[in-house]
């Protein structure tokens, strides 16, 4: 693979009564998929993420087919390379934070993956909250830990489902200022999904 990150979407589906066409490219950059609820926003996020099956289409990320109806390829989620912060974040309440964050890191060794968080936890400003359970830290830093958790494992491309919709707007700003951080950091393609006309 050479030159720029880029993800081409085309997608159709029907789901009761309404036919979803999605049909756009983006390189390295932040896009955002914008629009009411029930318009399909979630729906083509889902499909890239391979979470739901198109009707029709094709994926293809940096030369990478993951999705292709005629051809009946079909990469499963879990090889697509995304990652995936959801408005329910799944974070595990069991866990600490950095083990929130190395869940799903694999084939490195405990020292790679003790420094992988690290990383993490210091671009996302967690520390001092490493030991700290979710339930022990504030709704600001449970997104930042789910966006460290998304990002530890270098995905490919990163796709965030109105992760900020129950937040008041100081801390909504203050992750949108992390994500723009994060995009210096990290030169992957970001998509985001949101209704709010603010973000």
Known sequence: MTGEARLDVQLQKQVDGFRLDAHWSMGNELAVLFGYSGSGKSMTMRMIAGLVRPDSGRIVRDGEVLYDSQNKISVPPQNRQFGFVGQDLALFP??????????????????????????????????????????????????????????????????????????????????????????????????????????
Do not use: C
Not at 114 to 136: D, T
């Open 94 to 199: 069991h866990m600490t934070v950095a083990r929130n964050i190395a869940y799903g890191l694999k084939g490195l060794s405990r020292e790679e993956s003790h420094e992988r968080v690290a990383e993490f936890i210091r671009l996302l400003h967690l520390r001092g909250l490493g030991v700290r359970l979710p339930r022990e830290i504030s709704g600001g830093q449970r997104q930042r830990v789910a966006l460290a958790r998304a990002l530890a494992s270098r995905p490919k491309a990163l796709m965030l489902d109105e992760p900020f919709s129950a937040l008041d707007a100081p801390l909504k700003a203050e992750l949108w200022e992390a994500i723009r951080e994060i995009r210096e950091q990290v030169k992957i393609p970001i998509l985001v999904v949101t209704h709010d006309p603010t973000d």
